[in-house]
């Protein structure tokens, strides 16, 4: 079981907008601004999207932003294409001594 | 520009120990801040971080899996070792190891991933 939990699967038609949430607790989301989101398509490596919960590395579309409420960390894609579709998973920092939890990951269609 | 690789046995019997290699190059792992981290991923689920070695010999491992596994760094070589005792089957996964610019921050450079398999 994953420490930060995302839904299974999201779906959107081309052009739209997806939100896709990540809930944790007090101890990691809830705590620091140190929210992470990897896209993966299937046999490659993740890709980091957002970084410090709403930064875009370069070269990453402007498409793709991040936002946090309380426990929950959120990845909005507008515009949706057809290269989206992918599974994302979101990352946080949860101090010095567990560092690092992930969340299950969540399956991206674009109908 | 950064790029890591995993190198290491793609077969494991079960109980034995896995020693994976992490050689890097583009960055120093004697600056300041930096770190490797490694993370699994069995076929068709979930990415699960494993451990982290930062640039002063700082280590942070996964509290469901320290028991088995040790990070080591050999800063001349530009590589970063991860070994895992006592293998199982469920143990199968693509291994990756990845940059991290500080502590806290992302992991910005992946590995293309090594898979292993443990199976008699």
């Known amino acids: 079981q994953s420490a930060l939990t995302q839904p299974a699967s999201v779906s959107g038609s081309p052009g739209q907008s997806i939100t896709i949430s990540c809930t944790g607790t007090?101890?990691?989301?809830?705590?620091?601004?140190?929210v992470s989101w990897y896209q993966q398509h299937p046999g490659k490596a993740p890709k980091l999207m957002i970084y410090e919960g709403s930064k875009r590395p370069s070269g990453v579309s402007n498409r793709f932003s991040g936002s946090k409420s309380g426990n929950t960390a959120s990845l909005t894609i507008s515009g949706l294409q057809a290269e989206d579709e992918a599974d994302y998973y979101c990352?946080?920092?949860?101090?010095?001594?567990?560092?690092?939890?992930f969340g299950g990951g969540t399956k991206l269609t674009v109908l | 520009q950064i790029t890591l690789k995993e190198s290491g046995p793609t077969l494991v019997k079960p109980t034995q120990t896995l020693t994976l290699t992490c050689t890097f190059s583009g960055f120093s792992l004697s600056t300041s801040g930096v770190g490797v981290g490694w993370i699994r991923q069995p076929p068709g689920k979930a990415l699960e971080w494993l451990a982290l070695?930062?640039?002063?010999?700082?280590?942070r491992y996964s509290p469901s899996l320290k028991s088995r596994l040790t990070i080591t760094k050999d800063t001349s070589k530009n590589q970063v070792v991860l070994t895992m005792t006592n293998m199982d089957p469920v143990d199968t996964a693509t291994y990756y190891c990845?940059?991290?610019?500080?502590?806290?921050?992302?992991?910005?450079?992946w590995g293309q991933g090594t898979m292993v398999t443990v199976s008699s």
């Open positions: 990352c946080s920092y949860a101090g010095s001594s567990t560092d690092v939890v």
């Open positions: 070695i930062y640039w002063d010999d700082d280590k």
């Open positions: 007090s101890s990691d989301v809830g705590s620091y601004n140190l």
């Open positions: 990845a940059h991290r610019p500080r502590r806290g921050y992302a992991f910005d450079i």
